[in-house]
């Protein structure tokens, strides 16, 4: 299925442009709100430039990489920009990473700088870093000086030129990074803003973490609108509902742990929740089930929900219209504006709407690749034998229906027979969802040794859940086993851990 191509990924081709843009046309509204305070569009593009010009005295050249521990602040928003307007490539870090990790990134990537980081951390790899209060501290000095450029200084990237990369949050498999050129970067954000529509007066609450790419393209997504963005601080639960109103938040971009924890808190402080002025819950990176979905429209009148589906790898791949679920349900949208979705089956012919297959995507929004890895680019990004375009064999599963929408039925792996009948963990898991008490829910795919398994958190038990499964879908497709927790594990990411999940069911049956 086709679309048509949006105007500002046309115009728009160097990810900096997005913030000179916005500042020609809203200089002095606030941009970036954190803990700190608030930085205008003028402010953040002042600081911007002072990182480009400080990043480039502490060696950083174009093309280098820049690790950055991806704090929810203004700062390191300035420090993106910065990072990108020299031409240098962005690698921005969980702050959750552990030791172990951290080194398999350093390792990978070759750093020329690390922003955030200890002044233990820079010794242990030998590289240049700084700490957030010694960027801040640079950056101010650079700011008192005047602007000079000279000969020397480096023209800035191209758009082709890569500026990111993003590592994959190694839920299924060893976290690798995607690599994303400017232009992808561009074309991938404004295909989305021409879908989700942020509005000059929106204000963004981002508690997703900036190293993960949906809370990343957050801080792209507002500054095109030239809207609000509010890094929330991660840590802060119980004044959740508070902080949506005292901010004026207007879009939520959410995944279902965290929508969980809105309504439980909205159901507890229901007095704070009718201030909440929310027009818009997004949800991608793992799917909110259809019951989440109307509860979070019942909790905070006036709301939307608008599902949407991708990948690292292209970022996005489709965006459905706001509560499109209830008249399509399970559907997660149409392709981007100027890209194409195929179900594709095992030997590669395209599968009509309705039958079931890999989910392969094309478009300029297709990333580089993986950053140090050429066999596994080439065997997930291939070129179609008849038409010579690049395509993405994204591993996941789903359906078209006539109309091009696109349904998730799971990964590769997720999709699985039971009794003999094919069943997706997607399926299973909507229907669990629907259960009054159940918060959040995961299904671990039979496996030797092992039987598929529900997990559940919430208030019930494992026999009313296996019950209302047999109701829903029938004895043939409910798995024989379900186990209830206080809460299911996550990542840092704040999606399921399934990876734990399926040793956590192993363990439980040896």
């Known amino acids: ?150 000969a020397g200084t480096p023209p800035g990237p191209a758009p082709d030129d890569l500026a990111l990369l993003l590592y994959t949050s190694g839920s299924t498999a060893q976290p690798k990074a995607v690599a994303c050129t400017h232009a992808q970067i561009c074309f991938a954000a404004g295909a989305i803003a021409d879908r989700v529509r942020y509005r000059p007066e929106d204000v963004v609450f981002c508690r997703l973490p900036l190293s993960f790419d949906y809370g990343l393209y957050q801080v792209f997504l507002s500054t095109l609108a030239g809207c609000t963005l509010v890094l929330a601080d991660a840590g802060q639960h119980t004044n959740l509902i508070g902080q949506l109103a005292r901010h004026g938040a207007t879009v939520v971009p959410l995944v279902p742990s965290l929508a969980t924890m809105l309504l439980a808190l909205g159901a507890r402080q229901s007095v704070a929740a009718q201030e909440v002025r929310v027009r818009l819950f997004t949800n991608t990176g793992e799917q909110l089930p259809p019951a989440t979905a109307d509860a979070l429209r019942a909790r905070f009148p006036g709301s939307g929900v608008q599902m949407m589906f991708g990948t690292t790898e292209c970022k996005r791949i489709t965006v459905s219209e706001t509560d499109a679920y209830l008249t399509r349900p399970g559907s997660v949208g149409r392709a981007l504006p100027g890209t194409r979705v195929r179900i594709l089956g095992p030997t590669g012919d395209q599968l009509p709407p309705g039958e079931i297959g890999e989910i392969c995507v094309s478009g300029p929004h297709l990333m580089e690749g993986y950053w140090n890895a050429p066999e596994l680019t080439a065997e997930r990004y291939r070129r179609d034998a008849g038409t010579g375009e690049r395509v993405l064999h994204t591993g996941d599963f789903g359906r078209l229906d006539a109309d091009g929408h696109l349904y998730f039925e799971g990964r590769r792996d997720h999709i699985f027979k039971l009794r003999g009948i094919r069943i997706s963990t997607t399926e299973v898991e909507s229907a669990a969802a629907a259960l009054p008490g159940v918060r959040t829910v995961a299904v671990v795919p039979p496996a030797v040794g092992r039987e598929a398994t529900v997990w559940v958190a919430g208030e019930t038990t494992g026999e009313d859940v296996l019950r209302h499964l047999r109701e829903l879908l029938g004895p043939a497709k409910t798995p024989p086993r379900c186990r209830v927790l206080p809460a299911l594990p996550l990542t840092r990411n704040g999606k399921v851990d399934r990876l734990r999940l399926e040793r956590m069911t192993q363990e439980s049956e040896t």
């Open 1 to 150: 299925m086709n679309a048509v191509l949006p105007q500002e990924a046309e115009r728009v081709k160097l990810v900096p442009a997005m913030l000179d843009r916005a500042v020609l046309a809203r200089a002095e509204a606030t941009a970036v709100r954190d803990r700190d305070g608030a930085l205008t569009y003028a402010e953040l593009d002042r600081l911007s430039w002072a990182a480009r010009t400080w990043f480039a005295e502490q060696g950083v050249g174009p093309g280098d990489r820049i690790v950055i521990r991806a704090t929810g602040r203004g700062l390191m928003v300035a420090a993106l920009y910065g990072c990108l307007r020299l031409g240098a490539v962005a690698v921005p870090y969980s702050p959750e990473l552990t030791p172990h990790q951290l080194d398999y990134l350093v390792s990978d990537t070759a750093p020329a700088l690390l922003i955030g980081a200890d002044p233990d951390q820079s010794a242990r790899y030998a590289v240049p870093g700084a700490t957030l209060d010694g960027l801040a501290a640079g950056l101010a000095a650079v700011s008192e000086r005047p602007a000079v450029l000279g």
